[in-house]
């Protein structure tokens, strides 16, 4: 990619090579591989427990621990479950996608300089 | 004991306007001071992007944890038990939406307004103009609720009632009062001096909650199961069906789906949020972007754990019957609470903290529009790019007066009305004519401007239609209009309907829309900015280079 010294940012021909670079298909592939499974996964849970809440209350009701029903204790793991998603994908964001942007981008910049 | 609570006002009115006019005091000191430093419309739209992640993550639970949610959803709890929860958690999993699609891609990409990142690799004009359009109308219905929640409180800390037979009575008033602070706060200090407000609202929005939950908690031996005990007993209507869903939303076939459309909505909403998302312009990298979307789902993911606790608490406490039948309705719970808990002065600092909330989340709508008019209206369309700086800079602070004005009669119309109600309508046209066109212009490379506009327009006008024809508006005992019923459309929450539609119209439109020459070089443009934050704006960046 040291080609991409000979342009600057605003002309599509350098982007364009930057996007077809291996370096970068493969930080895309790091991003989209978690992002969009984990979204799949968020949503379909939470779906699921807005369907139980609608259609099924009487299972909702259904007391676990004192007054604590199913309903109180699914609820409050959506809560649970949003701060672990959101930890692991900071984890996960810190170890594999920040460190190949930052290469892509000191590159092409240091590249310009 | 209801008595006490059915006299005009609650506690000492004239208590309640000290502790206010303290927290107004502090925050105009605080905003002149940082708005002397507002020269350029980085700083006035973006605070120079100087804020850290934290302070930002802090800004944005300001910024999002509105009336709604404080009053809306602890009355909603105490009032309907169940149901009530299910809004804050769809207000807090759609930030999963906001951390893993949307927030950092699109600190990369933009500059000031949703505008920029839509409008990326289309054509700018009708693209721009949609985005514009979009952002006036969210956040008009946003503002809508905010002042409605305004009269609402007032009624009952200073016994102001709602006057039906005139125009401008006491609550207007204070209405107009709310207007004039919030568009003082934004045209001297800017989008600096706003965030600092929203920090100061959020810290003492999350140490009151934190305060009062563990006041109401101690008063049941912190013992969760004993305080919904308790919350069951006081409610002789409903009794042990405030524990469980259905009370509200489990009457009929339609009511259920209303509910699940209601889920959607909240869920694919704040992702579309256009003074939610130009939050994340005001720090300096992609980085910081993550950073504070982490701060902000760890702060309002307490804060609506709080909100349980004082809704049911409120129940055990006040009682439900005492709660709807005060001035203000649901939306007087926590306030009601608070004078239970700690009498006039708890009362007072709780009912300044949730004015500061107010005020400060019509700060945040207000910049937001006005910027979005400026930026997108103004120098991108009319003055093709070429307008001056300052130029802009002065018409997003003309706009911010217009806002203001629109903002004080449409909430006098509004006033009465369920906040947490309201909000979820704003939600619904965000996620409706936002959402789809971001997504798809983030990650879809086939996608042009004929699919953002279809999408854009498409869900706007469907959503607000809908609303229109819905029984919100007119026809049932709760709706806006009581006297007249031109209502077709069976859910009150259009967002069944309107956000898949929206989806698919922005399919159909990039089907049926022209391939645009330049359109792969574009996209290339686009998702290298987005992931790699190569040639992102900085700190105090020198603006209008683009």
Known sequence: ?113 | MSESYLAAAVGKPGLNIAIFLVFVLITLVIVFWVGRSNQTASDYYAAGRAFTGTQNGVAISGDYLSAASFLGIAGAIATVGYDGFLYSIGFLVAWLVALLLVAELLRNTGKFTMGDVLSFRMRQRPVRAAAAVSTLVVSFFYLLAQMAGAGGLISLLLGVADDKSTFFDGQSLVIAVVGILMVVYVLVGGMKGTTWVQIIKATLLLVGAAVMTAWVLGKFGFNLSYLLGEAVENSPKSGEKILGPGLQYGKSAISKIDFVSLGLALVLGTAGLPHILMRFYTVPSAKEARRSVVWAIWLIGIFYLFTLVLGYGAAALVGPDVITQAPGGANSAAPLLAYQLGGELLLGLVSAIAFATILAVVAGLTITASASFAHDVYASMLKKGNSAPDAEVRVARRTALVIGLVAVVGGILANGQNVAFLVALAFAVAASANLPTLLYSLFWKRFNTTGALYSIYGGLITSVVLIVFSPAVSGTATSMIKSANFHWFPLSNPGLVSIPLSFLLGVVGTLVGRRERGAEAGYAEMEVRSLTGLGAERADAVVAHH
């Not at chain 1, 600057?8 to 930057?18: D, M, S, T, V």
């Not at chain 1, 989209?32 to 499974?37: C, D, E």
């Not at chain 1, 979204?39 to 939470?46: E, G, N, P, Q, R």
């Not at chain 1, 259609?55 to 609820?75: D, R, T």
């Open chain 1, 1 to 113: 990619m040291s080609t991409t010294g000979e342009t600057l940012p605003g002309e599509g021909n350098a982007f364009e090579r930057i996007q077809a670079s291996p370096e970068f298909v493969e930080l895309r592939r790091k991003l989209r591989r978690f992002i969009f499974p984990m979204s799949a996964v968020f949503l379909i849970w939470y779906l699921l427990y807005v369907l139980l809440a609608a259609y099924e209350p009487a299972f909702m009701s259904i007391k676990l621990l004192g007054n604590i029903n199913v309903g109180l204790l699914i609820g409050v793991l959506q809560f649970v479950s949003t701060f672990v998603i959101t930890t692991v994908y900071v984890r996960y964001a810190n170890k594999h996608l920040d460190p190949a942007a930052e290469e892509i981008r000191e590159r092409i910049e240091g590249s310009q300089a």
